[in-house]
T-cell receptor, first 115, second 109 residues
């Protein structure tokens, strides 16, 4: 059973297109996250949702819009894709909002390439 | 600003011991995590330290000194499968995780 799943695993698209990445967790966790890992391997948090409510929204372009239909799902929609959006996007979940001793479980990642 | 420093790359021999260091400067501290990430895969949790001292978990141990802003991950009896990147991350005063860029560990036979 997959704990945190993401689709698609690979996404290749043209500049200017709009695309979505889906994430689902079956761990019963309250909090879900989106991370971006660029070519320098830094993991940067983009968004965090707790029980379908946004709790962290780092400085990301408003072309990125997260949507959480329920606490098991957190999707990421990206409008007007740019070359600099090429990266691996990881979804993660954790049991609670407070990170203390709060192990995060990561999805397999979505490698987005913008041409 | 917030900063986490780790060596970019380290090489070690199968069966040996390696220590990966991490120094941090963050606004507040609520714990330090180590994650392992194999190439092309997601990070997986290794350890969490919030008090000073050494935490041992099988072949892996993690040490923390809060006064020095320093941690290390110690890997013993290295195996080829330990070849991976090791990410240090600190929970700041706002409970946000600040990630280091990771240390790529190469194990040679």
């Amino acid at each position: 059973d997959t704990a945190v799943s993401q689709t698609p695993k690979y996404l290749v698209t043209q500049m200017g297109n709009d695309k979505s990445i889906k994430c689902e967790q079956n761990l019963g966790h309250d909090t879900m996250y989106w991370y971006k890992q660029d070519s320098k391997k830094f993991l940067k948090i983009m968004f965090s949702y707790n029980n379908k409510e946004l709790i962290i929204n780092e400085t990301v372009p408003n072309r990125f819009s997260p949507k959480s239909p329920d606490k098991a799902h957190l999707n990421l929609h990206i409008n007007s894709l740019e070359l600099g959006d090429s990266a691996v996007y990881f979804c993660a979940s954790s049991p609670q909002t407070d990170f203390s001793y709060n192990e995060q479980f990561f999805g397999p990642g979505t490698r987005l390439t913008v041409l | 600003g917030q900063n986490i420093d780790q060596p970019t790359e380290m090489t070690a021999t199968e069966g040996a011991i390696v220590q990966i260091n991490c120094t941090y400067q963050t606004s507040g501290f609520n714990g330090l995590f180590w994650y392992q990430q194999h190439a092309g895969e997601a990070p997986t949790f290794l350890s969490y330290n919030v008090l000073d001292g050494l935490e041992e978990k099988g072949r892996f141990s993690s040490f923390l000194s809060r006064s020095k802003g320093y941690s290390y991950l110690l890997l013993k009896e290295l195996q080829m499968k330990d070849s991976a990147s090791y990410l240090c991350a600190v929970l700041d005063s706002n409970y946000q995780l600040i990630w280091g860029a990771g240390t790529k560990l190469i194990i040679k036979p």
